[in-house]
């Protein structure tokens, strides 16, 4: 022992150049290297549940040489499946893409300004000389959306709808007797719809539908009791939805699970804008109603995207009205005639869906009206037929209206 402890003070300056060399050493290994990229390895992830409007939680894969650069690799993978991946990326085009090359360097390196929170590892193993992990991590898409606005890689189109002017949307049960089952997935639906700036109503399937609206929907043969309530909410747009509840024992426990599923309609036109299913996990709960919102959380994030996107493509293409007609009693053939003329000389684009004995039912979609009472004034102005024009009923995107001689009644013919 003695002899040990000569040695050491025989040799004090090299003992300590040796241990210097060594903290040296391990300090340069503990200290992270710039990697050549920030953009991640492995790419993959999908999105596990929506928080909220503002935040998603992704189950990403990360891949790297040990597991520090791994777990870096997954929380930057979960951001580039926000940017690019699942069925609703931020990144919607050629042009957003093209345009995010030059920032991604610095949106991947600065990934975490844009998580709140992830996972201990959920899986590990390696895979030849690389570590491969799994995680959880949650995204603020909210605060990732405003930095790519912010750098001019995408606009928000909440932003474009205040300037072309937001939809009003109806949200509803996919027919009466499930609405009871449906209502909380409307209210959470509606919740997002509304965290993102849009007019929204949610009537009850009981509410009373006015008889004009009623006779204007058979006019087309539409007979859907929920279609007539879209119509009369003044709707742009409605939402149907729907739940379906399930439930299992494991072991001695009665687990709960839901779906649900909306699909988004132009009300003036018919056509589906868009449509999503979410999903809840099995829970060991004691009623359905959490199970239930927790799906509709999915739903409502995807469908509000949608119905954004879509909205903006619609107005360029020119905003969808529905006009029903109701001529005077001896007079239809003339005034069909210039009724036709004058909805291809008001709006861009008409079509006629159906016409009874002497009511007609039209489609409009047009570019200088932004609702029913601009559309009236234009249509009043330039009508050249037996009599005048006289409102009958306008309520968003639907106009009922008379012509011919006044005081002719309102009454819509169907045969």
């Known amino acids: 022992m003695t002899n040990v402890l000569n040695i050491k003070s025989r040799f004090p300056l090299r003992s300590s150049l040796i241990a210097l060399s060594a903290a040296v050493v391990f300090g340069c290994e503990s200290t992270p290297t710039e990697p050549e990229t920030y953009v991640p390895t492995s790419r993959q992830g999908q999105e596990v549940e929506a928080i909220s409007a503002a935040e998603v939680t992704i189950r990403a894969r990360g891949i790297g040489q040990d597991m520090a650069t791994a777990r870096d690799d997954a929380r930057r993978a979960a951001i580039w499946v926000v940017l690019h991946g699942g069925s609703h990326p931020l990144l919607i085009d050629r042009d957003a893409r093209r345009a995010f090359e030059e920032h991604q360097e610095d949106i991947f390196r600065n990934a975490t300004d844009f998580i709140t929170d992830y996972s201990r590892p959920l899986s590990r193993h390696q895979d030849g000389d690389r570590q491969i992990v799994e995680k959880e991590v949650r995204v603020n898409e909210a605060r990732l959306m405003e930095e790519l606005v912010a750098l001019g890689v995408i606009t928000d189109p909440m932003e474009v709808l205040v300037e072309l002017g937001r939809p009003r949307i109806a949200v509803i049960p996919q027919s009466a007797d499930k609405e009871d089952k449906a209502r909380p997935a409307i209210t959470m639906i509606s919740e997002y719809l509304q965290e993102r700036g849009f007019d929204v109503e949610v009537p009850r399937a009981t509410d009373e539908v006015d008889d004009i609206i009623r006779q204007a929907a058979a006019l087309e043969g539409a007979a859907d009791p929920m279609y007539e309530l879209a119509l009369q909410t003044g709707s742009d747009i409605y939402i149907t939805v729907d739940v379906e509840e399930s439930s299992r024992r494991i072991g001695g426990s009665e687990v709960l699970r839901a779906g ?57 293409r020119g905003r969808p009205f529905k006009v029903v007609v109701s001529a005077e009693e001896g007079q239809a053939s003339a005034i069909g005639r210039e009724i036709h003329r004058l909805m291809r000389a008001v709006c861009n684009e008409s079509t006629r869906n159906a016409a009874g004995s002497s009511s007609f039912d039209y489609t409009l979609r047009c570019t200088e009206q932004n609702d029913a009472m601009d559309l009236l004034l234009d249509l009043e102005a330039g009508y050249a037929g037996p ?19 006044s005081g002719h009644g309102s009454d819509i013919v169907i045969e």
């Open 387 to 405: 009599g005048v024009i006289e409102r009958t009923l306008d309520s968003g995107s639907l106009l009922i209206i008379t012509a011919g001689e």
């Open 260 to 316: 649900v599923s909306a699909i988004a309609y132009y009300t003036a036109t018919g056509d589906q804008l868009g449509a999503t299913t979410g999903h809840s996990p099995e829970r060991d709960v004691s009623g359905y109603r959490s199970v239930v919102e927790e799906a509709a959380n999915a739903v409502g994030n995807r469908i509000t995207r949608q119905i954004a996107r879509s909205w903006i493509n619609e107005l360029e």
